[in-house]
């Protein structure tokens, strides 16, 4: 395995996270991130996103802060291919953390989102107080427990879909499990000791601020074009799961099984879209906070 891009081929996949992240930071919510945020938006910042995948955050930045350098850095070479196809606006680089390609005191501001669970502790502060300018802002965002509801068109499971999926789980049972062997959210700080450790690094002025966020395609201030975004990004995290089955090898065996659950969600996700444009309300929803570690060099 190519463990440089472990993350887009095994955790989740290019489209399904870009489009995740496009939706956290839509225009509904731009202005609560930007007060929270406090960056000038005249001013020619220089401003770095630390992992940030295939660069949903990073074009929004460049929206919100037009005059500012916008600079992302992953070690998934496939997000940053991605990111350079599609955001040419944003300048995009291959890099790790625990080895920053940039001179000291190099940023405005240094900006990560659902990084620092991942990143061993002082490495993530060390390398951003680093490359911060004297007075520079870090944006450290993590995601809270969130809820989810789905709609009853996708929860209506026929005793073939659940034989199905018992079976998946035999065939599966005992492969290394990824969260492990990489030790993903090893590192998980809680909403008290984020800004206790920051303060401990050197960073001042700290501060802790949250946003709730609700994804519900039938609430009537969501319009038409954000409702199907909304279901089309569920599709796709379902579908993208239904792939890596079929790419699995220990599931060579059952890839026709797999190609039948692939036809029968999109057509669940068919009519769910269906539903909504007859107007019959199905109220599933994503309720998420977002946690937003502020702090000054």
């Known amino acids: 395995m190519n463990t440089l891009n472990f993350w887009s081929n095994q955790i989740q996949g290019i489209q399904t996270l870009y489009s995740s992240r496009k939706l956290r930071f839509n225009k509904e919510n731009a202005n609560a991130y930007q007060k929270i945020f406090n960056i000038d938006q005249k001013r020619p910042l220089r401003i770095l996103e630390i992992g940030c995948g295939p660069g949903a955050l990073c074009q929004v ?15 998934d070479q496939n997000f940053i291919e991605f990111a350079k196809d599609n955001i040419p606006e944003v300048e995009f680089l291959v890099g790790d953390i625990y080895d920053l390609p940039f001179e000291e005191n190099s940023f405005d501001v ?16 060390k390398a951003q107080y680093h490359s911060l300018k004297s007075g520079g802002v870090c944006l450290c965002l993590s995601q809270a427990q969130g809820t989810i509801h789905q709609a009853p068109a996708l929860l209506s499971f026929n005793e073939e879909e659940n034989t199905f999926w018992q079976q998946i789980e035999c065939l599966t049972n005992g492969q290394d499990d990824l969260i492990q062997t990489f030790q993903i959210g090893k590192y998980k700080l809680n909403e008290q000791e984020l800004p206790q450790t920051m303060e401990k690094f050197g960073f001042q002025d700290v501060s802790m601020s949250y946003i709730t966020t609700h994804l519900t395609p039938d609430n009537p201030t969501v319009s038409d074009r954000l409702a199907h975004a ?22 060579k065996e059952v890839q026709k099984d797999i190609q039948q659950m692939i036809t029968k969600t999109n057509q669940k996700y068919d009519k769910r879209w269906e539903l909504y444009q007859k107007g019959q309300k199905q109220w599933d929803t994503k309720i998420s906070t977002a946690n937003i570690l502020r702090g000054i060099k």
């Open 61 to 75: 930045l460049k929206d919100w802060y037009p005059n500012a350098n916008v600079i992302g850095v992953d070690r």
């Open 230 to 251: 909304m279901i089309e990004s569920d599709r796709l995290g379902d579908l993208e799961i239904l792939d890596k089955l079929f790419k699995n090898p220990l599931l």
């Open 110 to 125: 240094i900006i990560s989102n659902t990084v620092v669970e991942h990143i061993e502790t002082s490495t993530f502060f």
